[in-house]
């Protein structure tokens, strides 16, 4: 009698810093992969995992996330009037997804204290975690992934890729031993630890499966790297606890809360665009070789 998975939160108070200028007014999970923002593939991953009630932790400056996720009254009457039906599904299908109910973190203290945010919400289930700046895109959802694992191995899964070792200082590093086809168990995890002090190259990317135990570790956690309570430190006070485990995904992860990432998932999906992918590939081709 496993307690099925089917709540989700998806913190989106961040400032966006690494986008600036182009998020100075807006939220950056609001930014476009070709013709979505960004937060609803993260929505669409979730909803196709199998989860039914969404938590966003948002912060100020969020609101167009939230009236994103609502009915667009005046725009769909319009639409209506002028028989556009096309438009007037996909518009109002955005809105009727999943249920999500927000939450607002109203200081920035780090995403160990958003996903505190969630305690309500969560109550005595296990729930998944998902980060917004990382879209992944898969044929079978990574968090659909996660939840296959948990049923095999109920406990912490954490969703890890092998970076180059140069990079452990932007990720949550894993120590694991492996015990199955993609998957470790977790023997320790450190936040951001630079190449030098790395126990591995098995980043931990913006996924989670975890506990309502997390929260009572959560409010014992102080706060760690850049003066801010961490996910990481408060999974790490766990391993006593809990199993914890690191499942290497299926699929391509793209870091979209970095100019350069966000262009690739640009690319890279516009490319599998059935409406214009073609002609986009041509594009490409043309303007690489004049370059
Ligand atoms: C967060 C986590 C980090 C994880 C990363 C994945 O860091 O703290 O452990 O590896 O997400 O994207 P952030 O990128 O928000 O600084």
């Known amino acids: 009698n496993m307690k099925e998975i089917k709540k989700a939160v998806i913190p989106v108070a961040g400032f966006g810093t690494r986008l600036l200028p182009a998020t100075k007014a807006q939220p950056k999970e609001m930014l476009p992969i070709v013709d979505k923002p960004a937060v609803q593939y993260v929505v669409e991953e979730a909803v196709n995992s199998g989860i039914e009630e969404l938590l966003l932790v948002t912060g100020r400056n969020k609101r167009a996330i939230e009236d994103y996720f609502d009915y667009a009254i005046e725009l769909e009457r319009e639409l209506e009037e002028k028989g556009k039906t096309d438009l007037l599904n996909v518009v109002r299908n955005v809105s009727e997804m999943v249920s999500i109910y927000y939450v607002r973190q109203k200081v920035a203290n780090g995403l160990g204290d ?7 919400f969560v109550s005595d289930e296990p729930f998944a975690v998902l980060l917004a700046d990382d879209i992944i895109d898969s044929s079978k959802p990574c968090l659909k992934q996660m939840i296959n694992v948990y049923k095999s ?22 120590k694991g031993k492996k015990i199955d086809d993609r998957l470790y168990e977790v023997e ?3 936040e951001k630890p630079n190449p030098m002090e790395a126990p591995s190259n098995i980043a931990i990317v913006g996924r989670y499966i975890l506990m309502p135990s997390i929260f009572e570790s959560l409010k014992d956690t102080k706060p760690g790297k850049n003066g801010e309570v961490q996910i990481t430190d408060a999974i790490r006070n766990l391993l006593i606890k809990e199993k914890i485990y690191a499942y290497e995904f299926e699929g391509a992860r793209f870091d979209v809360g970095e100019k350069l990432g966000y262009l690739k998932a640009n690319v890279s999906f516009a490319l599998k665009n059935k409406e214009f992918g073609k ?4 594009y490409l081709k043309d303007i690489v070789e004049e370059a």
């Not at 958003?114 to 309500?120: D, F, N, V």
């Not at 191995?153 to 894993?174: E, F, H, Q, R, S």
């Not at 002609?279 to 041509?282: P, S």
């Open 114 to 120: 958003a996903i505190y945010h969630a305690k309500g």
């Open 153 to 174: 191995y109920p406990g912490i899964i954490l969703a890890v890729m092998k970076v180059p070792i140069k990079d452990t200082n932007l990720y949550g590093i894993v």
């Open 188 to 190: 320790d995890l450190i």
């Open 279 to 282: 002609e986009f590939k041509k």
